[in-house]
């Protein structure tokens, strides 16, 4: 999964140069971290691209006291 970067420009020279947006560089996700920004985004969950997935997963598990181990055992 790839997700597009732009910035505004820092000075008049970018402004006439590029115009209203400068491309950046885009961040790249693994399947797995794809998913989960994708779920999270669903979610409403506020995230950082910058922050690894796993971790505001795990930060929104324990944010809304999901528990990993009793939802495995309700799929048995």
């Given at each position: ?19 209203d ?13 794809g ?42």
């Open positions: 999964m790839e997700v597009q970067r732009v910035r505004g420009p820092r000075n008049e020279y970018e402004e006439r140069r590029f115009g947006e400068i491309a950046l560089a885009p961040y790249r996700f693994c399947a797995q971290c998913e989960i920004l994708l779920n999270l985004i669903a979610y409403g969950y506020c995230v950082d691209i910058q922050e690894p997935m796993k971790d505001q997963l795990l930060e929104h598990w324990e944010r809304t006291g999901f528990d990993k181990r009793k939802y495995a055992e309700a799929r048995l």
